[in-house]
């Protein structure tokens, strides 16, 4: 391949030193341009006296140099006789004699003749060889001219696999449905005596970063066959059919590599649904995703070729291609539970020379919401602060910063506030961090800061104890209040209200509205869904609500919203007032120390926290309810990372999603 390659630009570089070499000779000439004479005057000058020689040159008989006298040097000039002519017997027809000037031949050079050949053959040279380098890049897999048609797919080979299921964690029920596509590729014979028809497709579904990618990595890494890898914005161009060129050349080259994994990242680039775009049906993403269609349903029965396809956007996809026959699996990925967080902590850790110290099943509890990506940065985050301490080892200190770097954003240490600003922020808190202390249906404080990070100026940290699949009213409540909590304890120090609680008021609106219109909890009201999204599919996002109600039901929305905000913001007023001391004395430590770690905050209180009651079925009746969650069951919180506060905000109050 080197030498093929090395005589090809060779052969470039000849026809370009040819060219410039007889470019020269056809415009420079040997001697450079001289001066031309017609004969009748050189044989006036000869007759005078003023010419010392002639030179005639052997290749071209016709030209003659004429060599005059100036002072100590001599000056050339070109005539030129008829053809088939002597060069004395031209000069004698107009009266100089023979003897009168010297007569010299110039020896023909060898070099003449070829060079005047090739400023001939110039023209033919240069379309030859740029006819053979455009075949070159043509036929060539890494051609830019020729090759719109040839898929970008990045072939990774299975005798030497970088990833193997031992380096996936937190996603075991996935784990498990993969296993046997590993099989499927290993052990091809032993399902087709059976009747069994390999699966042709495999489509992971989840959040980002919950490990899909690595996920199809490690199969072909346990099943040893070549994987092809290709993101699906990278099937389409701006040229209609170069899309549907490139899956026809992908599929080809995977049937040629059979038995292969081809994955497909980022699948709802290319597949969806058709009809719904603006370009109309004919536009080249539609055309891409037909190929697709055609090229997954028409596999031999005997080619071992499993695709893996990834999307986070699985309600945007074409039911075509969904249906069983193309992606015959559905492998739902979604945010790892403490144990699944646990077991990723563990490795990625590895290799990283963790403190004694250093829990990590307190470090999962603390971490949950987070997904197999965010727990990765969160374990290299620490070493990179443990490194630039000189420290050998990862502690919990980095540990516990690197959680506060994922969630917040690095400090900002040169941010420059006045005092009475400082003093607010730290009340602020504080009021977040009683009442979320003293109210039974919270989830405990873990941190509580004033130092600056990203956009905020302090938070408080509260995390679950355990994951929760739902969340019930009394938590919802519970939540508003630590939510108003910080603009309560503002307006009792200060009498005065400032900017600071602008994020914690519409995060309370937004899940005040939420329980009325989603959750059913209004008691007015009753267990009604009002209004409904709409959504464009080829935006993939939502546009607006539809509003199915009337201006009386909207009427009675903003009260039930209105009475659960001024409910929450009495419960709050009351935990504070009852608790003044505990509340200065937590701003108080926050001014003199920054960030208050949970066990030093419950260290200021007497009382053990308040504990919610158990919420079950009465005594002696049977619990109807299911263990399994139901499409017409109570309604999961998604869980999905706290959004960030936006610019102007002083503190805010950071609940951490169950996982």
Partial sequence: MNTHRWLRGSFVYVILGVAIVALWVTFVGGEGDADQKTFRDVATDIQAGNVVRLVQSASDSTEVDVYYREGEQEERVQTRIPPNTNVLEAFLAYGVDAGQIPIEVEPASPWGGILRALTFLLPTLVLVGFLFFMMRQSQGNNSQAMSFGKSRARLFTGNRPSVTFADVAGVEEAKEELVEVVEFLKYAEKFAALGARIPRGVLLVG???????????AVAGEAGVPFFSISGSEFVEMFVGVGASRVRDLFDQAKRNAPCIVFVDEIDAVGRQRGAGLGGSHDE????????????????????????????????????????????????????????RRAILEVHSRGKPLEEEVSIENLARQTSGFSGADLENLVNEAAILAARRNKKTVGRDELTEAIDRVLA????????????????????????????????????VRKVSIVSRGMMGGYTRVVPNEDRLFMT???????????????????????????????????????????????????NLGPLAFGKKEELIFLGREINESRNYSDAVAFQIDQEIRALIDEAHARAKAVIEENSAKLEGIAQLLIAQETIEGE????????????????????????????????????????????????GGRGSFRPQPAG
């Fill in 207 to 217: 959040p980002p970063g919950t490990g899909k990618t690595l996920l199809s990595r």
């Fill in 285 to 340: 993403r539609e055309q891409t995703l037909n190929q697709i269609l055609v090229e997954m349903d028409g596999f031999d029965s005997s080619t071992n070729v499993i695709v893996i396809a990834a999307t986070n956007r699985p309600d945007v996809l074409d039911p075509a291609l969904l249906r069983p026959g193309r992606f015959d699996r559905q492998v739902i990925l979604d945010r790892p539970d403490i144990q699944g």
């Fill in 409 to 444: 954003g690095p400090q900002r240490k040169s941010r420059v506030i006045s005092e009475r600003e400082r003093l607010m922020t730290a009340y602020h808190e504080a009021g977040h961090a009683l009442v979320a202390r003293m109210l039974p249906h919270s989830d405990p």
């Fill in 473 to 523: 009213k009394a938590q919802f409540k519970d939540r508003l209040a630590v939510f108003m909590a910080g603009h309560v304890a503002e307006t009792m120090i200060f009498e005065e209200q400032s900017t600071g609680a602008s994020n914690d008021i519409e995060q309370a609106s937004g899940i005040a509205r939420r329980m009325v219109t989603e959750f059913g909890m209004s008691r």
């Fill in 600 to 647: 030093e905050m419950e260290a200021l209180f007497d009382a053990p926290r308040p504990q919610p009651d158990l919420v079950g079925p009465p005594t002696g009746r049977p619990s109807t309810r299911s263990t399994r969650p139901t499409d017409d069951g109570p309604p999961a919180v998604e869980p999905k990372q706290p959004e960030r506060e936006r610019p």
